[in-house]
């Protein structure tokens, strides 16, 4: 079952420009996790945020949760080439299943 | 040193061949998974491991068999591979309530 889903699918930008992607989910969370992946790679664990939290911040990265509208979003400030990459949410719920949605595609052109 | 390792890489096999996926951690998880992630990069939960214990299974045919003889791997065994069943196939684990590290991958092609 799929739990959570990124919006956009596809997002391209300048170098220097700030990227926002999105994540709704559908069930009750322990936590919303945001993952890297490079092209050819393994997923890269990015931040987590706990469902009582609201904002969270680590480096160029701003993560929001809103709870009430069962989504999150993911703000990459001043982007660079090498953040090009797809981006995905995971969310945690008590059974242990950690379950992604299918991913932002990111381009950020030099 | 690598926290979470699968092997092969890669691998290529004919429809109706058994393979095996070897996955290992070094980071003292007890928590393990198996993802399967198709062409249009879906990742789907297949299996979740806790201290070697199936706690999760992903409604994935029988022809999939999780073995993990020890907190630290987690192999996948699939028999009569299908066509369908060409993916990457992604190993991870993780500590209660954090992020959870990903091998690198395993993109099974199946012909």
């Known amino acids: 079952s799929q739990q959570g889903e990124e919006d956009p699918q596809a997002l391209s930008i300048q170098e220097g420009e700030n990227a926002t992607m999105n994540c709704s989910y559908k069930?009750?969370?322990?936590?919303l996790q945001w993952y890297r992946q490079n092209s050819g790679r393994g997923l890269v664990h990015l931040i987590l945020?706990?469902?009582?939290?609201r904002e969270k911040h680590s480096g160029r990265l701003r993560v929001t949760l809103d709870t009430s509208k069962k989504s999150s979003s993911l703000l990459i400030t001043a982007s660079r080439a090498a953040d090009t990459a797809s981006y995905f949410c995971?969310?945690?719920?008590?059974?242990?299943?950690?379950?992604f949605g299918q991913g932002t595609t990111l381009q950020v052109k030099p | 040193d690598t926290a979470v390792s699968q092997t092969p890489k890669y691998l290529v096999t004919q429809m109706g061949n058994d393979k095996s996926i070897k996955c290992e951690q070094n980071?003292?998880?007890?928590?393990m998974y198996w993802y399967k992630q198709d062409s249009k990069k879906f990742l789907k939960i297949m299996f979740s491991?806790?201290?070697?214990?199936?706690?999760i299974n992903e409604t994935v045919p029988n022809r999939f068999s999780p073995k993990s003889p020890d907190k630290a791997h987690l192999n996948l065994h699939i028999n009569s591979l299908e066509l369908g069943d060409s993916a990457v196939y992604f190993c991870?684990?993780?500590?209660?309530?954090?992020?959870?590290?990903f091998g690198q991958g395993t993109r099974l092609t199946v012909v």
């Open positions: 991870a684990s993780s500590p209660p309530g954090d992020g959870a590290f």
């Open positions: 069930t009750s969370i322990n936590n």
């Open positions: 945020i706990r469902s009582n939290e």
């Open positions: 995971g969310t945690s719920s008590n059974t242990g299943k950690l379950i």
């Open positions: 980071l003292g998880h007890d928590t």
């Open positions: 491991y806790n201290n070697k214990e199936l706690i």
